[in-house]
Nanobody, 127 residues
Framework: QVQLVESGGGLVQAGGSLRLSCAASGGTFRFYGKGWFRQVPGKEREFVAAMHWDGSDIRYADSVKGRFTISSDNAKNTVYLQMNSLKPEDTAVYYC????????????????????WGQGTQVTVSS
């Protein structure tokens, strides 16, 4: 089982940028599909971005497309979420996740397909 730890959250003004990092340990992270999700208190956790384990496919939620970029560094066992042009509505706790099983044939954005989750990092965007 992969253990995940997010970092990089914080307070930023609207229009600013942040880069979230998610460091993995305890497994061969590079062979697992990866995802970022976010949750606002009182609302369901929602999909933000996902990457196929081999990097061949990437998906984004419509609300972040063109502003956020998911990437990974296999040598560092780390996945990133670069967030640009941030808006107040991006305020949430952001979670990284890895799929339950390695070598997934297709990309997924469904939370139920992800088995390991980080503890979350708070992102607050002020107007």
């Amino acid at each position: 089982q992969v253990q995940l730890v997010e970092s990089g959250g914080g307070l930023v003004q609207a229009g600013g940028s942040l880069r979230l990092s998610c460091a993995a340990s305890g497994g061969t992270f590079r062979f697992y599909g990866k995802g970022w999700f976010r949750q606002v208190p009182g609302k369901e956790r929602e999909f933000v971005a996902a990457m196929h384990w081999d990097g061949s496919d990437i998906r984004y939620a419509d609300s972040v497309k063109g502003r956020f970029t998911i990437s990974s560094d296999n040598a560092k066992n780390t996945v990133y979420l670069q967030m640009n042009s941030l808006k107040p509505e991006d305020t949430a706790v952001y979670y990284c996740a890895s799929r339950k099983n390695p070598f997934g044939r297709t990309i997924t954005t469904a939370q139920t397909d992800f088995g390991s989750w980080g503890q979350g990092t708070q992102v607050t965007v002020s107007s």
